[in-house]
T-cell receptor, first 111, second 114 residues
């Protein structure tokens, strides 16, 4: 079945360092979505990428969608303690309306 | 985007009992889902809640254990039946108008079965 893989599982960085998480799908996706879950919180929708090769920025966060629409990345520049949490990528399952979530990358930021 | 109110936020239940979790959406949404999440883990989809008809369950989840209702486009419930300690987890509902616009999550229910 359709799978979405995400690496790394955990990342510890010093505040001010950059961070990147990578997402790979077993199938071509119509879009890729990113969610952030703060410790003790619930997932919150961050952004959606639709076009092949698309790049979107939200302040220090840069999201990319691969040319083949099977992979994606999230890059955070100069991390801050407010960036702590788990970042999930998710892709739609064909014709069902369901989202297939990656395993998530948990980011810890040391002040 | 829609706002989802989920309750209860947490509960401690005796084994063998049942708990019903409710999600109320502030606007009509086409799709609603129920997930389970163990601490530090990803989201496991339990079922898609279908308005006016039986839910569509994922492999490993059955209606007798997790009955779901969705009487209209703004409300859904999940019941965890005949609970055992293995059912201790965080349960989340999610919804939205289309998978192409992102989904909103409820704040979650932290369930502990003793």
């Amino acid at each position: 079945g359709q799978q979405v893989m995400q690496i790394p599982q955990y990342q510890h960085v010093q505040e001010g360092e950059d961070f990147t998480t990578y997402c790979n799908s077993s199938t071509t996706l119509s879009n890729i979505q990113w969610y952030k879950q703060r410790p003790g919180g619930h997932p919150v929708f961050l952004i959606q990428l639709v076009k092949s090769g698309e790049v979107k920025k939200q302040k220090r966060l840069t999201f990319q969608f691969g040319e083949a629409k099977k992979n994606s990345s999230l890059h955070i520049t100069a991390t801050q303690t407010t960036d702590v949490g788990t970042y999930f990528c998710a892709g739609p399952s064909s014709n069902t309306g369901k989202l297939i979530f990656g395993q998530g990358t948990t980011l810890q930021v040391k002040p | 985007s829609a706002v989802i109110s989920q309750k209860p936020s947490r509960d401690i239940c005796q084994r063998g009992t049942s708990l019903t979790i409710q999600c109320q959406v502030d606007s009509q949404v086409t799709m609603m889902f129920w997930y389970r999440q163990q601490p530090g883990q990803s989201l496991t989809l339990i079922a898609t809640a279908n308005q006016g008809s039986e839910a569509t369950y994922e492999s490993g989840f059955v209606i007798d254990k997790f009955p779901i209702s969705r009487p209209n486009l703004t409300f859904s419930t999940l019941t965890v039946s005949n609970m055992s300690p293995e059912d201790s987890s965080i349960y989340l509902c999610s919804g939205g108008s289309s998978v192409n616009y992102g989904y909103t999550f409820g704040s979650g229910t932290r369930l502990t079965v003793v």
